[in-house]
């Protein structure tokens, strides 16, 4: 029964494939049985209708994904052929003759692209997320310096053999120009990727995805994967257990079919991914029966392993006894990287005032000359640990603030124990356009001195915001704050109280001075677009 099955799953378009709704028990069951009266729930005319929503083949994420990589590798031999050939003609050894740099810029144009390929960097599933690609393109360039310095050994040769000028000047070649090419690698997929966000914002280039579970762990996964446009995935449909059909949409979503039909649902809309959630609907087998349903259609089978907001480095798939287990490590507080991040702190923040200390003067004097009160506005925030500091604003709002907020309180905008207005009447015109460019907050940059805040980390709340969130949110304080972070770069003040803890607990979990970093760039977008601005 169980062969029978799994051979009509394989091959939804075979003649008797049009009984095979089986509930998902029936399906995973040893038992031989199949309830009647779920019999009726796959039908052709169901397959039929996905189709009608099938996506078209020119919008396929591998349609689009190998356009995307031809033009990246193809960037990419260029800026290898630009980066050596720039050192190339400067150089009197590698100069001479003229035939030298276009042999030296030919063999570049493939040994670049060629690396960051061998370095895996032309992976089609990791297209515009993660840190995947611009990794590749470092290791590319250790690559490069390695196997460039291997013909230093040729230079114990006899002397007529092998000109050592040509190797020294070679070899120079090769540390000046892979920086270069690197740098240059890097800003075209920096571009590239913003292009690519740009268009799946407009529903375009995106990934297509069916998510099959029980229909609440299906329904939260879907929403999920749409909160996060970054992802490049689009929820085209859902598959559930029999049990919970008839069930037309959930939240917009239409559902297409039960978990015994994914395979036939998928090649029907024409899908790009699958996301399984881990309940108990797809537990046992089924996984290992839907990946053999989908073998051949180019689908990818993604599974959710049920931990929110934990990702990236911490999670590592272990054998154990011949069957895989996740292992999660634990969140690191401590260490040498804690004292990486403070020392980068205090160096990058002592750059920063020296530089930007005359805009800080000048932004003092307007505030004094507006209305002659305080230019610095304290604040008792909770940080590490849950002890309270003394937090440094530019005072952006009127003398009196906090003595009228009582009266505001009934007009709360914010969520999860944030008091936001949109349009606060205590903030003043220069007070307005110091925040729209986050300069309210460049006193902050004492605190992170002082080592009350960092850089980077969750944001500082109040004591009377942290006593009306939810329990979990007591881990932000096992970091130090920041100045800014992951939800400075989703949203900033356009976020909900629940989804700004979210953010913060997910930064907490997987903290990283990659992830640091990350957030340093993304920060200089999001104040220059004012995205969020309060």
């Known amino acids: 029964m169980r062969k029978d099955l799994r051979n009509l799953h394989a091959h939804p378009d075979s003649p008797d494939a049009s009984w095979v709704g089986v509930d998902e028990a029936d399906f995973l069951d040893d038992s031989p049985t199949v309830r009647v009266e779920t019999l009726a729930l796959a039908t052709d005319a169901r397959l039929a209708t996905a189709a009608d929503r099938a996506v078209p083949a020119s919008k396929r994420f591998a349609a689009w994904s190998r356009r995307y990589l031809m033009l990246v590798a193809g960037s990419d031999a260029v800026v290898g052929g630009i980066a050596a050939a720039v050192p190339a003609s400067i150089s009197d050894t590698l100069a001479y003759g003229g035939h030298r740099v276009l042999w030296i810029c030919l063999l570049a144009l493939i040994i670049w692209p060629a690396s960051i390929a061998l370095c895996r960097g032309y992976r089609r599933n990791r297209i515009g997320i993660g840190f995947d690609e611009p990794s590749a393109v470092m290791r590319a360039g250790m690559v490069v310096v390695v196997a460039g310095a291997l013909p230093s050994g040729l230079m114990a040769v006899p002397r007529g053999m092998v000109d050592p000028l040509f190797l020294y000047a070679l070899l120079k070649l090769v540390a000046t120009a892979t920086p270069f090419a690197v740098l240059l690698s890097l800003l075209v997929r920096f571009f590239a990727r913003k292009v690519l966000h740009l268009l799946q914002c407009r529903g375009r280039s995106l990934r297509h995805v069916v998510v099959v579970g029980s229909f609440g762990a299906a329904q939260q996964l879907s929403e999920r994967i749409q909160r996060e446009p970054d992802a490049g995935m689009k929820v085209v449909g859902l598959c559930l257990p029999s049990s919970e059909l008839p069930r037309p949409v959930v939240d917009g979503v239409?559902?297409?079919?039960?978990?015994?039909?994914?395979?036939?649902?998928?090649?029907?809309?024409?899908?790009?991914?699958?996301?399984?959630?881990?309940?108990?609907?797809?537990?046992?087998?089924?996984?290992?029966?839907?990946a053999w349903s989908i073998e051949g259609a180019g689908v990818e089978l993604l599974v959710d392993p049920g931990l929110v907001e934990v990702a990236g480095p911490r999670m590592h798939i272990r054998p154990l006894m011949g069957f895989p287990l996740l292992h999660v490590e634990e969140p690191n507080f401590t260490g040498w990287r804690r004292v990486v991040k403070r020392l980068s702190d205090l160096v990058l923040t002592s750059v920063g005032l020296l530089i930007i200390s005359p805009l800080m003067l000048a932004i003092a004097a307007a505030i004094k000359l507006q209305d002659r009160g305080p230019v610095i506005f304290r604040q008792a925030r909770i940080g590490r640990g849950g002890e309270p500091f003394t937090m440094f604003k530019f005072r952006s709002m009127v003398v009196d603030a906090e003595g009228r907020k009582l009266e505001l309180?009934?007009?709360?905008?914010?969520?999860?124990?944030?008091?936001?207005?949109?349009?606060?009447?205590?903030?003043?015109?220069?007070?307005?356009?110091?925040?729209?460019?986050?300069?309210?907050?460049?006193?902050?940059?004492?605190?992170?001195?002082?080592?009350?805040?960092?850089?980077?980390?969750?944001?500082?709340?109040?004591?009377?915001?942290?006593?009306?969130?939810?329990?979990?949110?007591?881990?932000?304080?096992?970091?130090?704050?920041?100045?800014?972070?992951?939800?400075?770069?989703?949203?900033?003040?356009?976020l909900e109280g629940d989804d700004a803890i979210r953010l913060d607990l997910r930064y907490v979990e997987n903290w990283s001075l990659s992830l640091d970093l990350q957030i340093l760039w993304k920060t200089i977008s999001a104040v220059l677009a004012k995205r969020g601005a309060a």
């Not at 110091?434 to 902050?444: A, F, G, H, V």
């Open 409 to 494: 309180m009934a007009n709360n905008e914010g969520k999860g124990g944030l008091f936001k207005l949109t349009h606060d009447p205590r903030v003043t015109r220069l007070g307005r356009f110091l925040r729209t460019y986050s300069l309210d907050e460049l006193p902050q940059l004492f605190n992170v001195l002082a080592g009350s805040m960092s850089l980077v980390g969750p944001r500082p709340h109040l004591a009377s915001e942290l006593a009306l969130m939810p329990s979990e949110a007591s881990r932000r304080s096992l970091v130090t704050p920041g100045l800014t972070g992951l939800w400075q770069v989703s949203g900033r003040s356009d």
């Open 254 to 290: 239409p559902v297409l079919g039960n978990l015994s039909q994914v395979s036939g649902v998928v090649r029907a809309m024409g899908c790009d991914a699958v996301a399984v959630t881990s309940d108990d609907a797809t537990r046992y087998s089924y996984l290992r029966e839907l």
